[in-house]
C-alpha cells in the first residue's frame, strides 16, 4: 500500500491558487477546496460518535457538497457510503443500516427518499452545519493511511448491493494517472461509484486538474458542456455513448478539446459510431468496484485490455477450475470456440487491491479462494494477452445441457440495423435448462420478427444453441445504477410484462406474438412437466 493517504494529497493543493472546482458558475481554487474540506473535517470530528464506526452516508447528486464533504471525510478518518438515489423505501434503508451510518447528508431535493421512521438521521446541506468550523485549518495530524475511507455499493445487477471497502492508501496509490494541471475533466458519471471515483475525481486531485461537475448526466447538455469547460478529459459508463449518439448531430460536434474519454461496460459498435461523430478516442477497459483487478487498456475493437506486468491474470473455466484455451477469433473478429475459451476472469498472483465487503463475509470468500481472486466476469484472450469481454457468471445460459455466456450474444444481435440495445438472459424452459430471450430496444418499440429470424439464421457467428426463441421489444431497456442493464428485472419478469412478447418453439422457426392463451399453454407445460415452481410467475419471491 502507499505509504500516503488521500488526505497528503489534499493537504499537498493548500496552497494551489489554480481553479480545482467547477459548478456551473461557480469556481474554488484548490486552496478555497482545502479550506473547506478542512472545515467539514472539524465538524466531523466533534459530531461522530468515536464508539461507532465512522461511516457517513451521502445522499446526493454530483454537487459540490458532495466533493468538499468527501475530501473533509478523507481529512478527518472518516468513511463516506455513497447511497444511490436510484433505489427506493426498505431497498435504500437496507443499504443504509448495512453501512453503519451514523447520519445521512442530504439536501431537500433527496430528503423525500428517506423512511421519516428511520433511526439514522438525516442532515441537510442547506443548514451547513459544518459553519461554526469556517477557518479551521488542516489537522495537525492526517488519518492512517490504513484508515477505510470509501464504501462503495456494487451495482446490484446480480444480487443485492455489496459494500466495497476502499482504504485511504489504497486509492492515493492507483490515483496518479498521468493528467496535469492543465486538465479539464468532466464529471457527469455518479460520484457514488467507482467509474467517477477512480476514474476521474482522485486522478483530478492528484494532479492539480479542474474537476468540472455536473450534477446529472444530461444528454442534450453534453456537448456544450464540454466546449464551454475546456473539457480534455471524460469518464462514461454502461450507456451514456448511446444517448449521445441518440443526439441530433451537430456542425459542433468536434468544436471541443476532449483528449480522450474513458468508457467501461462502452458496446464497441457505440464506441467506434461516437470516434467517428466526435473524433475522440474512447477507451473502455476494466475495471469493478471491487479493485482485485487491473487491467492496461487496449485500443483493440471491444477488449478490456492487457495483464499488466507482473500480474497472473487469466481465464478459468467456472465448472472445472481449468485454464481455458487461448480465443480462435477470425479475421472478422468473430469467436470460433467460445465454449473452450470463455471462462471467469481470474487473478492468481494476488487480490490486488480488494480489501473486502463490509458485514458480508460469505462474499469475501466467494471472491477470494486460495489466494486468488474471482472477479465473477466471464471473458476471453486472444493469442497476444488481450482480454475481451464475455458477461457475468450469473449470466451462464444453459440449453440441451450446453453453457454459454450471454455477452457474445449480445454483441452479434446487437448489429442488426435499428437496434439500439440488446439484454440476452436464460429464462426457464417448460422441459429442461433455460431459452434464451433477447431483450431489444428499438426507437418505437415496433420490429419486423421475420426479417429479424431470417438475418438471425444467417450469422457465421451465433452458435447453433445461441438464437433467441423469445424476443421482448422495449421502447427503452431498464437499467440500474449508472445505467448498466437491469438483467434481473427482466429476467425476473419474463414473458410476464406488457411489452410486446415474440415466442417460437425451435431457433429456426416462426416468431409468433405471444396472447394470453399462448401464455396459459406455457404455464401448463410447465405443470405437465413437473416444473410449476420454475414458472416465472411461481418463482417469484417478495
Not at 39 to 61: F, Y
Not at 501 to 514: A, N, S, Y
Amino acid at each position: 500500500m502507499s505509504g500516503i493517504g488521500v488526505a497528503e494529497l489534499i493537504a499537498s493543493r493548500a496552497a494551489d491558487d489554480s481553479i480545482g472546482l467547477v459548478a456551473g458558475d461557480q469556481t474554488w481554487t484548490w486552496r478555497e477546496v482545502v479550506a473547506e474540506a478542512a472545515t467539514r473535517a472539524q465538524w466531523l470530528h466533534e459530531v461522530l460518535d468515536p464508539n461507532r464506526p465512522a461511516n457517513i452516508g451521502l445522499l446526493l447528486d454530483n454537487t459540490p457538497d458532495y466533493v468538499l464533504t468527501l475530501f473533509g471525510a478523507a481529512l478527518a478518518g472518516t468513511c463516506v457510503v455513497g447511497i444511490n438515489a436510484t433505489r427506493r423505501g426498505t431497498e435504500l434503508e437496507r443499504d443504509i443500516a448495512h453501512t453503519d451510518c451514523q447520519f445521512v447528508l442530504s439536501d431537500h431535493a433527496h430528503l423525500g427518499l428517506r423512511d421519516p421512521d428511520s433511526t439514522i438521521p438525516t442532515v441537510l446541506v442547506e443548514d451547513t452545519p459544518w459553519a461554526p468550523h469556517a477557518g479551521a485549518g488542516l489537522p495537525t495530524s492526517l488519518p492512517d493511511p490504513n484508515s477505510l475511507l470509501l464504501l462503495i455499493f456494487t451495482s446490484g445487477s446480480t444480487s443485492a448491493p455489496k459494500a466495497v471497502r476502499r482504504s485511504s492508501g489504497r486509492v492515493a496509490a492507483a490515483a496518479p494517472l498521468g493528467f496535469s494541471p492543465d486538465d479539464g475533466m468532466y464529471c457527469a458519471m455518479p460520484l457514488i461509484h467507482g467509474n467517477a471515483l477512480f476514474g476521474l475525481l482522485f486522478p483530478a486531485l492528484a494532479a492539480g486538474a479542474r474537476i468540472i461537475l455536473r450534477e446529472k448526466f444530461s444528454a442534450s447538455q453534453w456537448l456544450d458542456d464540454v466546449i464551454t469547460q475546456d473539457a480534455t478529459f471524460t469518464t462514461s459508463v454502461g450507456r451514456a455513448l448511446a444517448y449521445l449518439l441518440a443526439t441530433p448531430p451537430s456542425d459542433a460536434d468536434r468544436n471541443h478539446m476532449l483528449k480522450i474519454v474513458l468508457a467501461p461496460e462502452t458496446s464497441p459498435t457505440d464506441a467506434a459510431a461516437f470516434t467517428e461523430r466526435f473524433g475522440v478516442p474512447v477507451v473502455t477497459g476494466y475495471g469493478s468496484s471491487e479493485g482485485g483487478i487491473t487491467l492496461l487498456p487496449s485500443r483493440r475493437h471491444g477488449a478490456l485490455g492487457r495483464a499488466p506486468a507482473g500480474t497472473e491474470i487469466t481465464v478459468l473455466d467456472p465448472a472445472t477450475g481449468r485454464e481455458q484455451d487461448v480465443a480462435d477469433i477470425d479475421e472478422n473478429g468473430l469467436l470460433r470456440n467460445p465454449d473452450r475459451a470463455i471462462g471467469e476472469l481470474v487473478r492468481r498472483d494476488s487480490t490486488g487491491s480488494f480489501e473486502g465487503y463490509w458485514g458480508n463475509p460469505e462474499a469475501d470468500t466467494d471472491r477470494v479462494r486460495d489466494g486468488w481472486f474471482y472477479s465473477g466476469d466471464l471473458a476471453y484472450r486472444d493469442a497476444d494477452g488481450v482480454f475481451y469481454f464475455a458477461g457475468r457468471v450469473g449470466d451462464w445460459l444453459r440449453v440441451d445441457s450446453e453453457n454459454f455466456a450471454a455477452a457474445p450474444i449480445e454483441r452479434i444481435l446487437g448489429r442488426y440495423d435499428g437496434v439500439d440495445g440488446v439484454a440476452v438472459y436464460g429464462v426457464p424452459d417448460a422441459h429442461s435448462g433455460d431459452r434464451v430471450m433477447a431483450a431489444v430496444e428499438v426507437p418505437d418499440g415496433t420490429l419486423d420478427l421475420d426479417d429479424f429470424a431470417r438475418w438471425i439464421d444467417v450469422q457465421p457467428d451465433l452458435g447453433t444453441k445461441w438464437a433467441p426463441t423469445v424476443v421482448r421489444l422495449c421502447e427503452r431497456l431498464p437499467t440500474v445504477g449508472h445505467d448498466k442493464i437491469d438483467r434481473r428485472a427482466l429476467q425476473r419478469e419474463a414473458w410476464l410484462t406488457a411489452d410486446p412478447i415474440w415466442w417460437r418453439d425451435r431457433r429456426d422457426g416462426e416468431f409468433r406474438r405471444l396472447d394470453d392463451a399462448a401464455r396459459d399453454a406455457i404455464r401448463s407445460a410447465f405443470a405437465e412437466h413437473g416444473r410449476s415452481n420454475l414458472h416465472p410467475e411461481d418463482s417469484r419471491v417478495g
